[in-house]
């Protein structure tokens, strides 16, 4: 496949750092100490329990809905009060506030209505402001290069709607914040308030407005400060419809999990419409591997779903994960990572070392512990004793299928990444199986400084004023 930019993409558990002798396996030595950000691929076992929940959600599932049957032929698409009608592209504004004096933050939006009845997928970007990957993969899909006569998205072949927003927090974007102008999350904020805080009135409003009207969500995200994501796919996988575009995304790392409460994904799949978060790379930079990814994964949805024509990719093999475990310093000092996001390493082998400048003689590893894929690592180089430093996988079968996917540098290379994969079917897909839980209840709870607590949430909700 051409490269879709036009151009080359290029229970939590503690590690140990221990010395290093002279006689240890050639195998253990340190990893060339240069920063690699190579993409990744792999898959996880889901505990009999959950397995059992995904499997009933599923059996449950019905067909295609009649509202998107071309019998009825195709109709106007009601918007925002504007009617666009079928096989046409629309450029729009939305104020994510309704104020008659002050700044109403408007955001622009591109909806391409298709020539054909089908289902309405609302794609996002800049949830939170100051990650950058899904305003540019975004920004692409709503151009020339995707959008039109003969390309991949043409209204008069598509069925269906397409709505493009690329930066959902406008003022956190223009901020090159995370957080809204009143310091909330507001991927922690949905469904939202009308007559609360901030945070909760634009949730409240964009929920209603742009979500609620929607039968597919993909919201695109990255790490937050001080760490870097491989590009992987978070969903509900016992909620039907969200595990059926969360496999057709084609790419290796699906990660099972509800959700933290307030955010978009749980909320949504609350009101039984499907949605998935897209994560990778970090904050304020631009991943160039994440946005290709990003546009590969978001094609094939739309494949999936016969909105556009083609067969949808899908890769070797994938991981379903509903647990990991955690590396973390056991010292303080500067934090030097040999093994970054996507690099597959055995246990005992050294990820990182720790130094002081105070006291440069001396130098700590920091070990893996376990065979694993590590889909998060560390970038903020300052590090105290239990400070994660890298996010991983336990991978126990499978791995030869694994190792034929590492590149050089023992990192994973994601679909999407090197061109297409070829077409197969989804039952030759291997899943990888691996168990566990989530530490702290969702993916992300041991990287936070300051997680909130239930009582905090419940008085966020009782209390309109905070």
């Known amino acids: 496949m051409s490269n879709l930019l036009g151009g080359p993409l290029t229970d939590s558990t503690k590690g140990s750092d221990n010395e290093q002798s002279s006689e240890r396996p050639e195998s253990l030595l340190p990893r060339s100490k240069r920063r690699r950000f190579t993409p990744l691929k792999v898959a996880n076992q889901i505990p009999k329990r959950r397995r059992k929940e995904i499997e009933?959600?599923?059996e449950g599932s019905s067909g295609t809905p009649k509202k998107w049957s071309r019998q009825n032929g195709p109709k106007n698409h009601a918007f925002l009060r504007k009617r666009i009608p079928p096989g046409s592209i629309r450029r729009l504004e939305f104020d994510l506030l309704s104020v008659d004096i002050g700044e109403s933050w408007p955001v622009p939006i591109t909806v391409v209505h298709g020539a054909r009845p089908g289902p309405t997928i609302t794609l996002l970007g800049a949830v939170h402001g100051n990650e950058l990957v899904g305003p540019l993969a975004l920004t692409y899909l709503s151009g020339p290069n995707f959008i039109g006569s003969g390309k991949a998205i043409d209204p008069d072949v598509l069925s269906g709607t397409i709505r493009i927003v690329p930066i959902v927090n406008m003022p956190g974007y223009k901020m090159k914040s995370r957080y809204m102008p009143d310091g909330r999350d507001l991927n922690r904020s949905f469904p939202g308030k009308p007559d609360s805080n901030t945070s909760y009135r634009v949730a409240n409003r964009f929920w209603k407005e742009i979500i609620a009207g929607s039968d597919y969500v993909i919201d695109l995200h990255t790490a937050a400060v001080g760490r870097t994501n491989m590009p992987q796919i978070r969903a509900n996988l016992a909620h039907a419809s969200s595990n059926k575009i969360a496999r057709s995304f084609g790419i290796e790392a699906i990660l099972d999990n509800?959700?933290?409460k307030g955010s978009l994904r749980r909320v949504t799949n609350d009101a039984d419409i499907a949605c998935v978060t897209f994560e990778g790379g970090g904050p304020d930079e631009l991943d160039p591997e994440s946005v290709q990814v990003s546009l590969y994964g978001i094609l094939n949805v739309l494949r999936s779903l016969r909105m556009i024509p083609g067969h949808p990719s899908r890769p070797t093999f994938r991981i379903l994960a509903s647990g990991s475990l955690w590396i973390r310093s056991d010292q303080g000092g500067l934090l030097d990572v040999l093994a970054p996001a996507g690099s597959f390493v055995d246990e005992g082998e050294v990820v990182a070392t720790v130094t002081n400048?105070?006291?440069?003689?001396e130098s700590h590893d920091i070990i893996s512990p376990t065979r694993g894929l590590i889909i998060c690592s560390a970038?903020?180089?300052?590090?105290?004793?239990?400070?994660?430093v890298g996010h991983i996988l336990p991978v126990s079968k499978g791995v030869q299928t694994i190792r034929?996917?590492?590149d050089e540098d023992d990192c994973l290379v994601i679909s999407g990444a090197d061109g297409d994969p070829v077409w197969r079917d989804d039952d030759e897909?291997?899943?990888?199986t691996v168990g566990g839980e989530w530490s702290g209840g969702n993916v992300d709870a041991?990287?936070?400084t300051n997680p909130p607590t239930d009582s905090d949430e419940?008085?966020?909700?009782s209390d309109p004023s905070q």
């Open 56 to 58: 009933k959600a599923l």
């Open 258 to 260: 509800v959700g933290p």
């Open 357 to 361: 400048p105070e006291r440069p003689s």
């Open 379 to 388: 970038t903020n180089p300052f590090v105290t004793a239990g400070t994660p």
């Open 404 to 406: 034929k996917r590492l």
């Open 429 to 432: 897909v291997e899943d990888i």
């Open 446 to 448: 041991e990287w936070s």
């Open 458 to 461: 419940e008085a966020a909700e």
